[in-house]
T-cell receptor, first 111, second 117 residues
Framework: KNQVEQSPQSLIILEGKNCTLQ??????????LRWYKQDTGRGPVSLTI?????NTKSNGRYTATLDADTKQSSLHITASQLSDSASYIC??????????FGAGTRLAVHP | NAGVTQTPKFQVLKTGQSMTLQCAQD?????MYWYRQDPGMGLRLIYY???????DKGEVPNGYNVSRLNKREFSLRLESAAPSQTSVYFC????????????????FGPGTRLTVT
């Protein structure tokens, strides 16, 4: 069964600290993996997209990694800010137009 | 350039009532989508439209209908609302559908929070 599992479900960190969010998937075939940020009450906004041949991609303080062999991805946030408080969603595309969404990790950054 | 807009932002319905959720995009995208987001679950695709004049079922289409009115607009209709349809509904658009080796960014609207009592 195609699945995308994210951990942890929720996370609290202090402003300025780093954190890493995890995504494991069992989607086959694999086309690409993306990370979205979803602020409370808003729609998801794309952070990164990686194809199977890419193993790292950065967008400012966000760095995503992909290990296609172990079917794992991580999103690392450096020097967190209060505005990073949001849900982070891992999405894997498998086959034609088939996006599988993870349930998300809810991150709270406290001052 | 508003991106993807949705109306209404909030709605409360009684069981059995009907309503239409509206979505419009100004990015000249060919493909549009309707998703629902429930607590503890990932977004699930209800219906999508690859291009103007075409619509197809997604993962959870039962209880819904859609209309691709023109290239800009894609509406979602609940004919007889049920409490199980209480959810947050997101419309999204992309330049085209994903292929085996080609991907397109999906842009999401702000969502409609629907409660069915």
């Amino acid at each position: 069964k195609n699945q995308v599992e994210q951990s942890p479900q929720s996370l609290i960190i202090l402003e300025g600290k780093n954190c890493t969010l995890q995504c494991n998937y069992t989607v086959s075939p694999f086309s690409n993996l993306r990370w979205y940020k979803q602020d409370t009450g808003r729609g998801p906004v794309s952070l990164t997209i990686m194809t199977f041949s890419e193993n790292t991609k950065s967008n400012g303080r966000y760095t995503a990694t992909l290990d296609a062999d172990t079917k794992q991805s991580s999103l690392h946030i450096t020097a967190s800010q209060l505005s990073d408080s949001a849900s982070y969603i891992c999405v894997v595309t498998g086959g034609y137009n088939k996006l599988i969404f993870g349930a998300g990790t809810r991150l709270a950054v406290h001052p | 350039n508003a991106g993807v807009t949705q109306t209404p932002k909030f709605q409360v319905l009684k069981t059995g009532q009907s309503m239409t959720l509206q979505c419009a995009q100004d990015m000249n995208h060919n493909s549009m989508y309707w998703y629902r987001q429930d607590p503890g679950m990932g977004l699930r695709l209800i219906y999508y439209s690859a291009s103007e004049g075409t619509t197809d079922k997604g993962e959870v289409p039962n209880g819904y209908n859609v209309s691709r009115l023109n290239k800009r607009e894609f509406s979602l209709r609940l004919e007889s609302a049920a409490p199980s349809q209480t959810s947050v509904y997101f419309c999204a658009s992309s330049e085209a559908l994903e292929g085996a080796r080609v991907y397109y960014e999906q842009y999401f609207g702000p969502g409609t929070r629907l409660t069915v009592t």
